[in-house]
């Protein structure tokens, strides 16, 4: 186990870590800007592909969290680097928003549901019957399948919201083609993310809420990772895992005194 001083590049889950509904979590603020005061690098990762990072910095700004656009990488940029790699300038039929649209507008993709390289399946708020079947009858006829993040719900204040991984589902019977997840538990997120950062695994860490994404991603990726028991997994969890983080923290809070 490193010491935590030792890190450099300081990637962050948002939801669960920094937020909760909205709501910042105790200790967020004072972790963030110890991160950015001592020099350090920060991003802050999501799983989500609704919003733009501008969109999301506003709305963490609304939360009292200051977050600038360029800290904040989501699974739709990650969708849209690995797509510019893979196939620069290429073209994709998009189920999805803002988020997901501007991020393949800005690495000179095409939307177009005329003959496209690839179907790419992001969040919605509203899931429309007719762009799903377009999507089938796309990847019938050779498009790639592409989703931005394989989780199956979301959450909602009213309860649990229907994700991208459920309609991903939904679409995999129909034509019997299983799509590329690029988001978490993807270890491409993570790389990717550490490679807008300009940094490396050995001198980064990765904070999570959930065993099953944010720390088997971190590991993969070979960075140290910390879970912190302010979201989903519960500290009786830990060991029903096959691997384990490197360290575990009540929250964020516990990690301001780490940071030089
Ligand atoms: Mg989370």
């Not at 937020?19 to 910042?24: A, F, L, N």
């Not at 950062?197 to 960075?223: C, K, L, P, Y």
């Not at 983080?245 to 990690?255: E, G, N």
């Amino acid at each position: 186990m490193k010491d935590l001083k030792a890190i450099e590049y300081w990637l962050s889950d948002m939801d669960g870590v920094l937020v909760h509904e909205g709501v910042p979590i105790p200790g967020a603020d004072a972790f963030l800007s110890k991160v950015v005061s001592s020099g350090r690098r920060l991003l802050v990762l999501t799983n989500n592909s609704l919003y733009t990072p501008r969109d999301l910095s506003a709305r963490l700004a609304a939360a009292g969290l200051d977050v600038r656009p360029e800290w904040i990488w989501t699974s739709a940029l990650a969708t849209a680097q690995f797509l510019a790699d893979q196939r620069p300038h290429g073209s994709a039929y998009v189920i999805g928003e803002a988020g997901l649209t501007t991020a393949l507008h800005g690495v000179d993709y095409i939307l177009s549901d005329l003959n496209p390289d690839y179907v790419v399946l992001g969040e919605t708020r509203n899931y429309s019957f007719d762009q799903i079947t377009r999507a089938v009858r796309l990847i019938e006829r050779g498009a790639r399948f592409i989703c931005t993040n394989p989780d199956p719900v979301g959450p909602s204040q009213e309860g649990s919201l229907p994700a991208c991984g459920a309609v991903a589902a939904m679409i995999t019977r129909a034509t019997g083609v299983a799509p590329y997840f690029v988001g978490k538990p993807n270890p491409l997120m993570m790389r990717s993310a550490l490679r807008r950062m300009g940094g490396h695994s050995e001198s980064a860490a990765m904070i999570g809420d959930r065993m099953d994404t944010d720390v088997v991603s971190g590991m993969e990726a070979g960075m140290e990772t910390v879970l912190v028991l302010s979201g989903v997994t519960r500290r009786h969890e830990i060991e029903r895992f096959p691997y384990r983080p490197s360290r575990v923290f009540d929250s964020v809070a516990d990690l301001v005194e780490m940071v030089e």
